[in-house]
């Protein structure tokens, strides 16, 4: 069954912390894995897409990683802003026939940056 | 370039009555997704339309939903005879071709479901 998990759940840090946050995956066969950060009330919004040969990917302050081999990514977010505040959506997409279905998404991770 | 738009933003229907769930797609996409989002769960896929045709509506409860993506106008997510397990956050996506490869999901800010 394909499946994205996530951790923790959820996280709160301090302003100017950084944070990593995981992203573990049973999804085949594998096209590419996205990150998508959602703020409260509003739909997610796409931060990176990497596929099976990218091992990294950056986004301003934001860096994801991809491990194909062990189906791990991380997210790790540098010198946290109140802004970065949100739920960070894994979502993994699967090479299938049926195109709707093709992308599964995690449960997400709160994190809550604090001043 | 306005983004993916939905209304309404909010939607309180009793049970029994008929909610209807709008998208305007971002100018120059033919590819709609409707998603359902439930407190702490991840989004789950609905239906996938492309301009007059449904793509895969597997993601779809057989009975009193439906959708459609007329030529002219925005799509509609329609629920008949709402029970209270309906409410939730629907968000619609869209995107210039199909969802393969790399190809980006812009999202709007969905309609929040309530049923009393």
């Known amino acids: 069954k394909n499946q994205v998990e996530q951790s923790p759940q959820s996280l709160i840090i301090l302003e100017g912390k950084n944070c990593t946050l995981q992203c573990n995956y049973t999804v085949s066969p594998f096209s590419n894995l996205r990150w998508y950060k959602q703020d409260t009330g509003r739909g997610p919004v796409s931060l990176t897409i990497m596929t099976f040969s990218e091992n990294t990917k950056s986004n301003g302050r934001y860096t994801a990683t991809l491990d194909a081999d062990t189906k791990q990514s991380s997210l790790h977010i540098t010198a946290s802003q109140l802004s970065d505040s949100a739920s960070y959506i894994c979502v993994v997409s699967a090479d299938l026939r049926q195109a709707g279905t093709a992308l599964i998404f995690g449960k997400g991770t709160t994190l809550s940056v604090s001043s | 370039n306005a983004g993916v738009m939905q209304n309404p933003r909010h939607l309180v229907r009793r049970r029994g009555q008929e909610a209807r769930l709008r998208c305007s797609p971002m100018?120059?996409?033919?590819?709609v997704y409707w998603y359902r989002q439930l407190p702490e769960e991840g989004l789950k896929f609905m239906v996938y339309?492309?301009?007059?045709?449904?793509?895969?509506e597997s993601g779809m409860p057989k009975e009193r939903f439906s959708a459609e993506f007329p030529k002219e106008g925005p799509s509609i997510l329609r629920i008949q005879q709402v029970v209270r397990g309906d409410s939730a956050a629907y968000f619609c996506?869209?995107?210039?071709?199909?969802?393969?490869?790399?190809?980006?999901?812009?999202f709007g800010s969905g309609t929040q479901l309530s049923v009393l």
């Open positions: 100018k120059g996409h033919s590819h």
């Open positions: 996506a869209s995107s210039l071709r199909p969802p393969q490869g790399q190809e980006k999901l812009f």
């Open positions: 339309l492309q301009k007059e045709n449904i793509i895969d």
